[in-house]
T-cell receptor, first 114, second 116 residues
């Protein structure tokens, strides 16, 4: 069984500040990990993914995430927040040896203040 | 890249009526599609897996007779909410596996269903 825990339902930052969204996973096998972004009343857009290659993954819009097996974490970061980054962010895990269907975390709402 | 088109983006219907939501893969063939339900400020809950040419696989607790899924072609899956009630009001999202090089999933833009 797999699961994802996103710490903090809301994260608030100032424009230009560092963004850090936390994600910890639980998986009995080496997982695939994903971060998705959702804007209001829209579907999910893939930001980045980890599929057992490089542990530091770079995605779109300046986001990146680092896979840390020892900490079972896959935190999402961005050096400088932009107002347009305000959205809901979902971490997801899937089993590459199974169905690939992702299991989603509860989501973290990123709020960016001017 | 892979694009999934979902329609309608929003719909309001009266209690007791049925509503059909369509999900199309525009530039690729999807033998499998997934249907999710999302409550406000919550995560996505997988409702069912739609399989082209065969019956859908429903998650535990999802009423098969209420949420009818049809996957008649390699590019179209539909979700019909039958005899809708206010508690069925939610945001429904479809998804399809992307190409084999991404291992990611492509999502539709979602459908906001309001039952009055």
């Amino acid at each position: 069984a797999q699961s994802v825990t996103q710490l903090g339902s809301h994260v608030s930052v100032s424009e230009g500040a560092l963004v850090l969204l936390r994600c910890n996973y639980s998986s009995s096998v080496p997982p695939y990990l994903f971060w998705y972004v959702q804007y209001p009343n829209q579907g999910l857009q893939l930001l980045l993914k980890y599929t057992s290659a490089a542990t530091l993954v770079k995605g779109i819009n300046g986001f990146e995430a680092e896979f840390k097996k020892s900490e079972t974490s896959f935190h999402l970061t961005k050096p400088s927040a932009h107002m347009s980054d305000a959205a809901e962010y979902f971490c997801a895990v899937s089993d590459p040896g199974g169905s690939y269907i992702p299991t989603f975390g509860r989501g973290t709402s990123l709020i960016v203040h001017p | 890249g892979a694009v999934v088109s979902q329609h309608p983006s929003w719909v309001i219907c009266k209690s007791g009526t049925s509503v059909k939501i369509e999900c199309r893969s525009l530039d690729f063939q999807a033998t499998t599609m997934f249907w999710y339900r999302q409550f406000p400020k919550q995560s996505l809950m997988l409702m069912a897996t739609s399989n082209e040419g065969s019956k859908a696989t429903y998650e535990q607790g999802v009423e098969k007779d209420k949420f009818l899924i049809n996957h008649a072609s390699l590019t179209l899956s539909t979700l019909t909410v039958t005899s809708a009630h206010p508690e069925d009001s939610s945001f429904y999202i479809c998804s399809a596996p992307g190409d084999s090089n991404t291992y990611g999933y492509t999502f539709g833009s979602g459908t906001r269903l309001t039952v009055v």
